[in-house]
């Protein structure tokens, strides 16, 4: 019973002291809420805390699986500690809980990736249009 319970609560996202001498840059990542866009695409509203300040984010899935690609390409010693991103809905509509399921695998694989300093690279920073942010 107590798994159950624990597999339908959301994700908390993780935060970070903010430690001047942490190589963090990233102290908070969320994805509060999502948009489809004309029943065509969706788009994720994602939320950055910084050391600098707080960034906002629009991505769609697509985006995910390249970033994730590149993340692998770059960082092959932690190609196995990277979480997969959620499976590819194959329904024209997705359904609220699919999309609120794909949310959540979203925001864990962010959070994962973006508090991880060892992963501090290109890709992140072009994902996050922060090409000079640390």
Known sequence: MTNTLLQNLPPVPIQLENDEESNNWCTEVSIPNYSAIQDSYVVFHILVTTRRGKLELFKRYSEFVK?????????????????????????????????????????????????DSDLMGSSIKEFIGAKNER
Request: charge should be positive; glycine fraction near 2%.
């Open 67 to 115: 970033f994730r690609q590149s993340l692998l390409t770059e960082a092959p010693f932690k190609a196995k500690a990277i979480p997969k991103l959620p499976p590819k809905i194959m329904a024209k509509i997705p359904s609220k809980s699919q999309l609120e399921k794909r949310r959540r695998g979203l925001e864990t694989f962010l959070n994962f990736v973006l508090l």
